[in-house]
């Protein structure tokens, strides 16, 4: 069976430090992947996202994240973080069949807060 | 290109009451999915529809059920409101729905608050 294991549910961080959020996962085939935050009172918004390639993928606002086979882990991080990057952070893997899709399956969340 | 746009934004019931949500995929987008977000039990995947066909389904009970219409508009309605529907539900949209590739693209809301 699918899952996402998002292990913190909050991680805090001074502004101007490295942040990372971390996310691990179970697939029975080849892993989607992509990290999605939600700010207060909105929906998600896509950040990134892991098909093939390169394991350092980059995203939006600064973010990228390390995709790792052997650990099955696909932890978000920022050189520098800003206060404003302070939000609800989920990870998410896609059920891929080879010829049938699945649902996308959602961590439980990582709350990031960032202080001045 | 608009995003996703969900209506009503904000919705009080009571129990007992029925409810239709309604989203407007991003143009051009097939695949719309609906997933219930609450404090207790996180985000929680409820279906996905394509082309009109309910493709994926989550572990809801049958008050909960949803369409696709054939300009990739959807609805999900909730019968016998409950307490516990009280929730955030959000629509999102990708752009196809055959390969694993595309991110979703998420709406607002519509926040429902049962009474």
């Known amino acids: 069976a699918q899952s996402v294991a998002q292990p913190e549910d909050q991680v805090n961080v001074a502004e101007g430090n490295p942040l990372t959020v971390k996310c691990t996962y179970s697939?029975?085939?080849?892993?989607?992947l992509f990290w999605y935050v939600q700010y207060p009172n909105r929906g998600l918004q896509f950040l990134l996202k892991?098909?093939?390639?390169?394991?350092l993928v980059k995203g939006s606002y600064g973010f990228e994240a390390e995709f790792n086979k052997s650990q099955t882990s696909f932890h978000l991080k920022k050189p520098s973080a800003l206060v404003s990057d302070s939000a609800l952070y989920f990870c998410?893997?896609?059920?891929?069949?080879?010829?049938?899709?699945?649902?996308?399956?959602f961590g439980r969340g990582t709350q990031l807060t960032v202080w001045p | 290109k608009a995003g996703v746009t969900q209506t009503p934004r904000y919705l009080i019931k009571t129990r007992g009451q029925q409810v239709t949500l309604s989203c407007s995929p991003i143009?051009?987008?097939?695949?719309v999915s609906w997933y219930q977000q609450t404090p207790g039990q996180g985000l929680q995947f409820l279906f996905e529809?394509?082309?009109?066909?309910?493709?994926n389904k989550g572990n809801f009970p049958g008050r909960f059920s949803g369409r696709q219409f054939s300009n990739s508009r959807s609805e999900m309605n909730v019968s016998t409101l409950e307490l516990g529907d009280s929730a955030l539900y959000l629509c999102?949209?990708?752009?196809?729905?055959?390969?694993?590739?595309?991110?979703?693209?998420f709406g607002p809301g519509t926040r429902l608050t049962v009474l």
């Open positions: 892991y098909i093939t390639g390169d394991n």
């Open positions: 697939v029975s085939g080849n892993p989607y």
């Open positions: 998410a893997v896609r059920d891929w069949r080879g010829s049938t899709l699945g649902r996308l399956y």
């Open positions: 143009s051009g987008h097939r695949s």
């Open positions: 999102a949209s990708s752009l196809e729905g055959r390969t694993p590739r595309n991110e979703q693209f």
């Open positions: 529809y394509f082309s009109e066909t309910q493709r």
